[in-house]
């Protein structure tokens, strides 16, 4: 198998996540088209010499970028790695060499065409389907493109036959004549997609083909629906993860029905509408693999080109500022962004709040042959989230589909309110004039700092909102925010009076809250809203408290709270101090002591020479040589484990080992001396 060495990180981290997912996990994230062109076109990232790993991933990439990006291919780079690659030693491998190069229209590649044919020709005989799929996919792109000889394997003559005798009951097709490989969806769109090779080859009369129309008819009974996230419905085939998932197999479905249809005089009695759901389910998928990419964006190209069924689809601004510009702009396109000419797109509703704000409004058509436009909105119009209802009507005698009634999109509707009578005032007891009070300028952001207020004063905060038509305006969010000198912040709700909003805060009655502390604190002001471009937090300024003594039952002020920056800086290094070393004695009272401990040797080996110590009585043969052996080997074994015990190892690994030495030695040992005392007698009788 050939495959390029150079680093794909990003790659190989998204093929890791595609396995986390199991292959067949389906994000639905947009019911745009090209919405997730730039996420899909990350999983296909070459390496230097133009190829995308293995030769099935190079395929897999070329028919991914051919369809959404064909700018960032190197054809050159590609085609000349195709070329020079380990020749193809599969059928399947023949197909996607064969295949790629035609995507890349490679130039000079009848060495590909050269090693494929007799690959596809074997293929041809087979029983498999994916052996006849890519025995007839791959002779039609070779006689398309006049690669080869330009023969037709003669075992493409039963192939359509073979191909219908694999067909099950529910719609679905056999991967294999024994049946071992199960059945399934996916393996039904390579079916219609060979079935579809041969009729282009003339290998597939009209008779065969349309025996199929019963089986696509169960096929697509087999639909799940459910819902995008602007809650327009959505079908697809389920799969589990074992049949590739639910994306590949929709996918394949869809790009076998469209190629075998196009073949035909007309649709194999599957409603078009279907075909438009099934075609926004695949818009608004996100595939996980580059197997998936590859087969979402084949597709997605059938859908965009094929003369049966083309479905259309809306996209939609998901927000709109009547500060700006309330023009409502949508743009109507095929899957792949194609222009729709003829189209006509109408508002029928936006609803917000249960109530319709607009209904029956005729978007105009831009130059640009996609976007259509019109004057939805206006200042005056009501800020919030609504949902639009559009309905779009395709040019007549056309295959564009539409695929439902209506289509359902979410708005957002937002502008720049007005703040105005920005106040902060400190009231004397009875709260009715205030004793001091610092009028702020929003646009300038102007603060105070000489406000001062006693447990005795009330501290009221006021100010306006209005949107550009003049309306008052009442946010989602709207707090006052105290902030001692220590950092602890208290907050508090102000709430609409009239045409205002406002919070007055009875300082007496919050001194307990306040824990009695006196000094400065910092007026922050925090207003925002969904439906506000110009959402704000604004430090209005300081104002000096002064709250009695607290009483002795009062709760204390805690500790300042430590800021995160400081809670999780590094801690300060840990210098860890050694005791010294015990004094050594001198050399000389050193090596003097060894000597003493070494003397007993040595006297030992002196006094073993004078008595004439001999190995007469050793063991010369049979078992008792090998316990003799043994005996003293173990004997060794243990005064090395002592030197080992001194030298290094610990005293808990020094007793497990003497303990299995000991064992050791002394079953051989037993035997030594049994065998020794059985021939003592005999040594003397002789």
């Not at 292959?23 to 296909?44: F, M, Q, W, Y």
């Not at 009547?322 to 222009?339: F, I, Q």
């Not at 501290?459 to 707090?479: E, I, N, W, Y």
Request: charged share 15%.
């Amino acid at each position: 198998m050939a495959v390029c060495s150079a680093s794909r990180g990003f790659m190989a981290i998204l093929a890791i996540l595609s396995l986390v997912f199991a292959g067949s996990c389906l994000v639905i994230v947009n019911a745009s088209p090209l919405a997730t062109v730039e996420a899909a076109k990350t999983l296909a990232v070459p390496s230097d010499d133009g190829c995308y790993g293995s030769l099935k991933e190079t395929f897999q990439a070329v028919k991914l970028l051919s369809v959404v990006s064909k700018a960032s291919l190197d054809s050159s780079k590609t085609c000349a790695w195709l070329k020079k690659a380990p020749a193809a030693t599969s059928a399947e491998e023949a197909f996607q060499k064969v295949s790629a190069a035609a995507a890349l229209a490679c130039k000079g590649a009848s060495g590909i065409a050269k090693e494929a044919e007799p690959l596809l020709a074997a293929a041809a005989s087979s029983s498999s389907l994916d052996q006849l799929f890519y025995a007839a996919a791959g002779t039609q792109i070779l006689k398309a493109n006049k690669w080869g000889a330009g023969s037709v394997p003669s075992g493409l003559k039963k192939a359509a036959a073979a191909i219908l005798a694999l067909k099950q009951a529910d719609g679905t097709w056999a991967t294999d004549k024994a049946g071992q490989g199960g059945s399934s969806v996916a393996a039904a769109g390579v079916a219609l997609e060979a079935l579809a090779a041969l009729k282009e080859l003339g290998l597939a009369d009209e008779k065969q083909v349309s025996a199929v129309s019963d089986a696509v008819t169960s096929l697509f009974s087999l639909l799940a629906t459910d819902s995008d996230p602007s809650g327009n419905a959505v079908s697809f085939f389920p799969a589990s993860p074992a049949e590739g998932g639910s994306l590949l197999a929709t996918a394949s479905a869809l790009t076998g029905y469209l190629a075998l249809a196009s073949t035909l005089s007309g649709p194999l009695g599957v409603r078009p509408a279907k075909i438009a759901e099934a075609g926004r389910y695949l818009v608004a998928a996100l595939p996980l693999s580059l197997a998936e990419a590859a087969a979402w964006a084949e597709a997605l190209a059938v859908l965009d080109s094929n003369p049966i069924v083309v479905p259309i689809f809306l996209s939609s601004p998901g927000h709109i500022s009547v500060s700006a510009d309330p023009t409502l702009t949508v743009r109507v396109t095929t899957a792949l962004g194609g222009k729709v000419p003829g189209a006509a797109v109408k508002l029928q509703s936006a609803t917000i709040g249960g109530g319709s704000a607009v209904s029956g409004k005729e978007l105009t058509a831009g130059k640009d042959g996609v976007s259509f436009s019109a004057k939805a909105f206006s200042k005056a119009s009501t800020l919030g989230a609504y949902t639009l209802k559009f309905k779009i009507t395709p040019p007549a005698d056309s295959a564009f589909v539409a695929g439902s009634a209506s289509v359902e999109r979410a708005l957002l509707l937002s502008a720049s309110m007005a703040v105005t009578g920005v106040s902060v005032a400190v009231l004397d007891s009875d709260g009715a004039a205030p004793e001091a009070e610092r009028q702020l300028d929003f646009e300038k952001r102007t603060n105070f700092t000489d406000l001062s207020a006693t447990h005795l004063q009330k501290l009221r905060v006021s100010l306006s909102l209005t949107t550009p038509s003049g309306k008052h305006f009442t946010p989602h969010q709207a707090v006052l925010q105290l902030v001692n000198s220590i950092g602890m912040a208290y907050s508090f709700l102000l709430k609409p009076s009239g045409s205002t909003l406002s919070v007055k805060l009875e300082l007496l009655e919050l001194m307990e809250r306040l824990f009695y502390h006196s000094g400065e604190y910092t007026l922050n002001l925090i207003v925002g809203d969904e439906a506000m471009d110009n959402s704000f937090a604004w430090q209005l300024g300081t104002v000096d408290l002064d709250l009695p003594s607290p009483p002795e039952t009062a709760p204390k002020l805690p500790p300042r709270p430590t800021p995160l920056a400081e809670r999780f800086a590094a801690k300060p290094e840990i210098a860890h101090i050694f005791r010294k070393p015990d004094s050594r004695p001198a050399f000389v009272v050193s090596y003097t002591f060894v000597a003493l401990v070494l003397l007993p040797l040595v006297v030992l080996l002196v006094g073993l020479a004078v008595l004439g110590v001999n190995l007469k009585a050793f063991p010369s043969s049979g078992v008792p040589l090998l316990s003799a052996m043994a005996f003293h080997g173990g004997i060794a074994a243990l005064l090395l484990l002592y030197v080992a015990f001194w030298v290094q190892v610990n005293l808990f690994t020094t007793l497990k080992l003497i303990v299995l030495l000991a064992v050791l030695t002394a079953i051989p040992g037993h035997q030594l001396l049994s065998y020794l005392a059985d021939a003592a007698p005999k040594a003397k009788s002789e």
